[in-house]
């Protein structure tokens, strides 16, 4: 099976052999026959590695720092227990995840809010954007709060409401890494102390906007498909002109395209006896449809500073940890905006990595339902408001 098949449906290969010649002869020190064995070694959990190494030249070193190898040393030598050095061992086994949008739900946030320090989240918000966001969040109506320039900054807003209080009620529990699903990646950007809060907030509004403007551009949409194998996704992909927008888990992926193709996606599915739901969003999101809202965005994130994470964060586009450099940040932020969602790689990579416990940030319990569809084993929380954020608390400490 050619590279070719799996890139077409935005993945990589999982075979580090049939691109070994593309690897630098060395690397660290490592040369290009051991890289393709320790690839193909792992490329069930970790097949986004070989993009890592081939399109982005991460280094052998890094690599090593995110992802728990047991009889895997450095090129020096110098390694500490299951591949990390000794002070990295301390760190966490768990990973905090935010919500993408769709998540939202009038309400949201308002018990959260009473608390002063969070309530003050909610009208440094409001003096951001301009608008009482605070009202919208707390009171509604759905309609404006599904509007996406008001969305994406409501759900980040909630979502570090939710992990602001989390840490002032368990001060004691850390985090040994951070993702989120497209939006919720910047929420863990944000967290992980990559930008501040308002200037995440103005890119989320700007993002939102500049995304409904890419969809108004042209009729186009989403369809859910369900147990389909890569052979068959591919079929579909070809027949109906779409592209592969969320690799949600193992069983569900999300196409993206113009209404005319999605609709030709559906039949072709239900032809190979595989399920098909058309999803009711405004258009084609995480695909080349959205190309001029990753322009825009562009401009936008020139005149914002990036620092390097103070922990890894996972990225869609790749499913492996951001690279510390923020340029190379903001490229795979803009990317996000029209490349495939690797949902399930994170979840695989951080679980790679000994993380046991995923805590939710945000409104509703979406990623922990397509976590527990990847791995049954991890334990997942949620805090989405006062009730949740006791019973979260209790159940890590306990």
Same mark, same amino acid.
């Given at each position: 099976m050619s590279r070719e098949h799996f890139a077409h449906r935005g993945l990589p290969s999982p075979d580090g052999h049939v691109c070994g010649e593309q690897v630098p002869e060395?690397?660290?020190?490592?040369?290009? $026959?051991?890289?393709?064995?320790?690839?193909?070694?792992?490329?069930? @959990?970790?097949?986004?590695?070989?993009?890592?190494?081939? &399109?982005?030249? =991460? &280094?052998?070193?890094?690599?090593?720092?995110?992802?728990?190898? $047991?009889?895997?040393? *450095?090129?020096?030598? @110098?390694?500490?227990?299951?591949?990390y050095d000794k002070d990295e061992t301390r760190m966490s086994d768990r990973v905090c995840i935010f919500a993408g949008q769709g998540a939202q739900v009038p309400g949201m946030g308002k018990d959260l809010a009473e608390d002063a320090e969070i309530g003050a989240l909610f009208a440094r918000a409001n003096t951001v954007l301009g608008f009482d966001l605070a009202k919208v969040c707390f009171e509604g109506p759905a309609e404006e709060l599904t509007k996406s320039n008001v969305c994406q900054p409501a759900i980040f807003t909630v979502?570090?409401?939710?992990?602001?209080?989390?840490?002032? *009620?368990?001060?004691?529990?850390? =985090?040994?890494?951070?993702?989120?699903?497209?939006?919720?990646e910047w929420t863990a950007l944000h967290v992980a102390g990559v930008l501040d809060f308002d200037s995440a907030l103005k890119i989320l509004e700007a993002r939102g906007r500049f995304m409904q403007q890419a969809c108004e551009e042209q009729e186009s949409g989403m369809v859910s498909i369900m147990g389909a194998t890569?052979?068959?996704? /591919?079929? !579909?992909?070809?027949? %109906?002109? !779409?592209?592969?927008?969320?690799?949600?888990?193992?069983? /569900?992926?999300v196409l993206s395209g113009r209404k005319t193709g999605v609709a030709v996606a559906a039949t072709?599915? %239900? &032809?190979?006896?595989?399920?098909? !739901?058309?999803?009711?969003? %405004?258009?084609? =999101?995480?695909?080349?449809?959205m190309a001029s809202a990753r322009t825009k965005l562009a401009?936008?994130?020139?005149?914002?500073? =990036? /620092?390097?994470p103070k922990m890894p964060v996972l990225a869609n586009v790749s499913g492996a940890p951001h690279s510390s450099a923020p340029a190379a940040i903001k490229d795979a932020m803009l990317r996000q905006v029209t490349e495939s969602v690797r949902w399930c790689d994170c979840?695989?990579?951080v679980i790679g990595a000994g993380v046991t416990d995923f805590v939710e940030f945000g409104p509703g319990k979406v990623l922990s339902g397509l976590i527990k569809? !990847?791995?049954?084993?991890?334990?997942?929380?949620?805090?989405?408001?006062?009730?949740?954020? &006791?019973?979260?608390?209790?159940?890590?400490?306990?």
């Amino acid at each position: 099976m050619s590279r070719e098949h799996f890139a077409h449906r935005g993945l990589p290969s999982p075979d580090g052999h049939v691109c070994g010649e593309q690897v630098p002869e060395q690397s660290c020190g490592v040369t290009t $026959r051991c890289w393709c064995f320790f690839l193909s070694l792992w490329r069930v @959990s970790y097949g986004n590695l070989l993009t890592l190494v081939l &399109e982005k030249g =991460f &280094e052998f070193d890094n690599l090593l720092k995110y992802v728990k190898l $047991r009889d895997f040393k *450095r090129p020096n030598g @110098s390694c500490g227990r299951n591949g990390y050095d000794k002070d990295e061992t301390r760190m966490s086994d768990r990973v905090c995840i935010f919500a993408g949008q769709g998540a939202q739900v009038p309400g949201m946030g308002k018990d959260l809010a009473e608390d002063a320090e969070i309530g003050a989240l909610f009208a440094r918000a409001n003096t951001v954007l301009g608008f009482d966001l605070a009202k919208v969040c707390f009171e509604g109506p759905a309609e404006e709060l599904t509007k996406s320039n008001v969305c994406q900054p409501a759900i980040f807003t909630v979502s570090v409401a939710a992990f602001r209080a989390f840490q002032k *009620r368990c001060p004691q529990v850390t =985090f040994k890494m951070a993702a989120g699903l497209s939006l919720g990646e910047w929420t863990a950007l944000h967290v992980a102390g990559v930008l501040d809060f308002d200037s995440a907030l103005k890119i989320l509004e700007a993002r939102g906007r500049f995304m409904q403007q890419a969809c108004e551009e042209q009729e186009s949409g989403m369809v859910s498909i369900m147990g389909a194998t890569p052979e068959q996704l /591919q079929t !579909i992909c070809e027949k %109906a002109g !779409i592209t592969v927008a969320n690799i949600n888990s193992d069983a /569900q992926v999300v196409l993206s395209g113009r209404k005319t193709g999605v609709a030709v996606a559906a039949t072709v599915a %239900a &032809e190979l006896g595989v399920k098909a !739901i058309p999803l009711n969003v %405004a258009g084609a =999101f995480h695909s080349p449809l959205m190309a001029s809202a990753r322009t825009k965005l562009a401009s936008v994130l020139d005149s914002v500073t =990036f /620092q390097a994470p103070k922990m890894p964060v996972l990225a869609n586009v790749s499913g492996a940890p951001h690279s510390s450099a923020p340029a190379a940040i903001k490229d795979a932020m803009l990317r996000q905006v029209t490349e495939s969602v690797r949902w399930c790689d994170c979840v695989k990579c951080v679980i790679g990595a000994g993380v046991t416990d995923f805590v939710e940030f945000g409104p509703g319990k979406v990623l922990s339902g397509l976590i527990k569809r !990847i791995d049954k084993s991890v334990k997942t929380v949620n805090v989405q408001d006062v009730p949740s954020l &006791e019973q979260s608390c209790q159940a890590l400490q306990a």
